[in-house]
Structures are given as C-alpha cells and as structure tokens.
C-alpha cells in the first residue's frame, strides 16, 4: 500500500507528536555514483535523489521552512506545529553545487554553517558561492574558525575560535553572525555559555530531538544516507518513535564516546587541537 502524506491522519490518531520543531542536519549531498567520495564519514552523505523526495515531504506536508534565528525566538502559539528547519554544517561544495539548486527548485531555504578557515579548500565552498546563497535569503553562521573539537579547548583557544570565525563571517557576508554549531556535535555547558557571552543569539546541538520554541540551544536530528523515506516522514510529523529510538542509541554510546575523545580522538574521526 502506499503511504500516505505526512500529515495524515492515521499517523496522528496513533501516536501522540512530540512538541517543537524539528530541525534537520545534513552534512554532504552527492550523487548516486560518488557517494562518500568527499566525506570523511560516508554515512553523512546523502544522495542528490534522496534530498529531493525529502524536500518534497516538506511541500506535501504543508510545512513552512524556518531559519534557525526565527524558530530560537518563536514566541507565539499560531502555525508552530507546521514549522521545520533545514541545515548544512561543514560547508561542502555540494552545499552550493547540489542543495542550493534544489533548494530553489522547491522554494525552501536552509541555514549553512561553514568553518571559516576552510573556503580555500576545493572541496569546500568559496566565498562567490556563499555570498549567491545569501542572496537568495539563506543564512550562513559559525561552524567555528577551523573544524576542531570545541570542548577540548582550553578558554583562550575556545574564544579564538569563536571570535576569529564570527569575525570572519561578519566582514565577508557584511550581515550579522549569531548563531553557532559545533563541529561533531561535541558541545558541553562552558562551548555554550562562552558563546552567549561573546554575543552569539543561539548554539544548535546534535540532540536528536525536536527544538523548543524560543529556546537559543536548538536541538537538531542528522539525516543520513540510512535514513529511509519512512523515517523522514516521522521524524517531520514529530511522531515520538523515530526520536525515541535516536535518542537511546545516543545514549549507548555516550560514554564510550566521551571515553575515546580523551584517549585515542582520530577513532573518531575528530580533530582536535594539541596542547
């Protein structure tokens, strides 16, 4: 049988949704025959094919895709429960060579977050190409200055980063830069208060849950290339099971996580800087 929209009312009627907004990260997207051939971590990349049936989840669904900075300072009740978010982190050429295109065929828009040591890199973007994204009324933020692990940082290499790349952004793009993601999703309390306090306005997370309204800290769920149509269908419905089943795999591997960042971080795939 085939499956129905989104909202449909037979998802409704049997599970209770999650409140908030989900917000979804995605890192690389490539075409069917070069998937992985740019990521150091293939299960981030997400075919060209698959990003397209997605963003037509969104207009079948009716959702309304919001920047992060307007569902951070959501306030009132009316339209939140059709609202959901789009992100890039890492900064991939793909972002300008692949999204953005079907990005404006679909009349959605994303937020991007780019380290800002990287555009020199061929395959990363380049400031041309983020400076086309914004003018189509996309936003691009701090993903720090270079793409190390920010809660390994000692306090003044934290604010360097944050500082020098928020800079960076602000005379490149002439607009303000308020928002930050963290390289890996490695985020503890000291990357975030260090953050407000240099006067970024929000910090997205890896979470694995939807976003709460008017809250800076914005949770965020990673689309991956596993990821099926089901599940996105779910995931944008905010049906509980696909968060709760996310959220207990994050669980499992948390300390044994935290365990090899200390010790042995290039098992990880994360970079980070020496003392």
């Known amino acids: 049988m085939a499956a129905g929209p989104i909202g449909s009312e037979a998802v409704r009627r049997t599970w209770p949704v999650i409140e908030g907004t989900p917000v979804f990260l995605y890192h690389e997207i490539a075409d069917e025959c070069d998937s992985g051939s740019r990521s150091p971590n293939r299960k981030y990349v997400v075919t060209a094919r698959q990003f397209r049936d997605q963003?037509?989840?969104?207009?079948?669904?009716?959702?309304?895709?919001?920047?992060?900075?307007?569902?951070?300072?959501?306030t009132g009740a009316v339209g939140r429960n059709s609202l959901a978010g789009i992100t890039f982190d890492d900064g991939y050429s793909s972002d300008y060579e692949k999204a953005f295109p079907l990005l404006l065929e679909a009349g959605l828009r994303a937020d991007f977050f780019i380290n800002s040591t990287n555009t020199r890199e061929p395959v990363n973007l380049n400031w041309e190409q983020v400076q086309e994204i914004c003018k189509a009324v996309m936003a691009f933020h701090s993903h720090g200055h270079s793409h190390v692990a920010l809660s390994r940082l000692n306090p003044v290499q934290l604010e360097r980063e944050l500082r020098v790349s928020r800079g960076i952004l602000e005379d490149k793009l002439g607009s303000a830069v308020d928002f930050l993601a963290a390289p890996y999703g490695l985020l503890n309390r000291r990357v975030i208060q260090e953050a407000f306090r240099l006067g970024y306005r929000g910090v997205c997370n890896s979470r694995q849950w939807t976003a709460s309204w008017g809250n800076g800290c914005v949770n965020r769920v990673a689309i991956l290339g596993r990821t099926s149509t089901e599940e996105f269908r779910r995931l944008l419905v905010r049906h509980p099971w696909p968060y709760i089943l996310r959220s207990m795999r994050s669980a499992a591997v948390y300390l044994p996580r935290q365990v090899l960042l200390r010790i042995q971080p290039a098992r990880l795939g994360v970079q980070v800087v020496t003392k």
């Open 55 to 74: 963003l037509a989840e969104f207009r079948n669904g009716g959702c309304q895709v919001s920047s992060v900075r307007e569902i951070a300072q959501l």
